[in-house]
T-cell receptor, first 116, second 115 residues
Framework: AQKITQTQPGMFVQEKEAVTLDCTYD???????LFWYKQPSSGEMIFLIY??????QNATEGRYSLNFQKARKSANLVISASQLGDSAMYFC?????????????FGTGTRLTVIP | AAGVIQSPRHLIKEKRETATLKCYPI?????VYWYQQGPGQDPQFLIS???????DKGSIPDRFSAQQFSDYHSELNMSSLELGDSALYFC??????????????FGQGTRLTVV
């Protein structure tokens, strides 16, 4: 069975600073994908970044980077230079499908608030 | 760029009624996924389709059914609605390639309220 754990229900960060959102996972699969999604108060689910279990390099997408530590089964999201628009709920998710969105298991989310 | 379109955006139904949610994937995407997110909850996978065939099945109740049509749009049919069905329903789409699916993009969701 797959499990995603996000231990930070809420986080605060000062505008323009960096913040790390924690995510640990558990799976017996050798091949899997890890995802981060952003859900603003308007409700839509926005894909941020993806890391495949066989990728050796940490994924980066603009101000987002994924700190992938396979041995520790962690996939933390780092947001650099936080902006007010980053305030949202952030979900870590996992799939044995590598990519796509098949049977994604989501964590309980972290609500990030960016302070001016 | 075109995104995943879901309709309606909001829907209010009474208990025991039926509801149909529609999802129009990104052009050239052949795979569709449905998720249900209850209030304050994380999204739960319901079902997925690839090339009009059911691909995978999650925690979809027997009262729900879904299909993907020849134009790749998908519909989620929900019957005998219960108060607990009130949730945000997301559709996502991706494209299958020989090396796996491309990243999936979610629609804005349909907020269903059962009263």
């Amino acid at each position: 069975a797959q499990k995603i754990t996000q231990t930070q229900p809420g986080m605060f960060v000062q505008e323009k600073e960096a913040v790390t959102l924690d995510c640990t996972y558990d799976t017996s699969d050798q091949s899997y994908g890890l995802f981060w999604y952003k859900q603003p108060s308007s409700g839509e689910m926005i894909f941020l970044i993806y890391q495949g279990s066989y990728d050796e390099q940490n994924a980066t997408e603009g101000r987002y980077s994924l700190n992938f530590q396979k041995a520790r089964k962690s996939a933390n999201l780092v947001i650099s230079a936080s902006q007010l628009g980053d305030s949202a709920m952030y979900f870590c998710a996992m799939s044995s499908d590598q990519t796509g969105a098949n049977n994604l298991f989501f964590g309980t989310g972290t609500r990030l608030t960016v302070i001016p | 760029a075109a995104g995943v379109i879901q309709s309606p955006r909001h829907l209010i139904k009474e208990k025991r009624e039926t509801a149909t949610l529609k999802c129009y994937p990104i052009p050239r995407h052949d795979t569709v996924y449905w998720y249900q997110q209850g209030p304050g909850q994380d999204p739960q996978f319901l079902i997925s389709f690839y090339e009009k065939m059911q691909s995978d099945k999650g925690s979809i109740p027997d009262r729900f059914s879904a299909q993907q049509f020849s134009d790749y749009h998908s519909e989620l049919n929900m019957s005998s609605l219960e108060l607990g069905d009130s949730a945000l329903y997301f559709c996502a789409s991706s494209s299958a390639t020989p090396s796996g699916n491309t990243e999936a993009f979610f629609g804005q969701g349909t907020r269903l309220t059962v009263v």
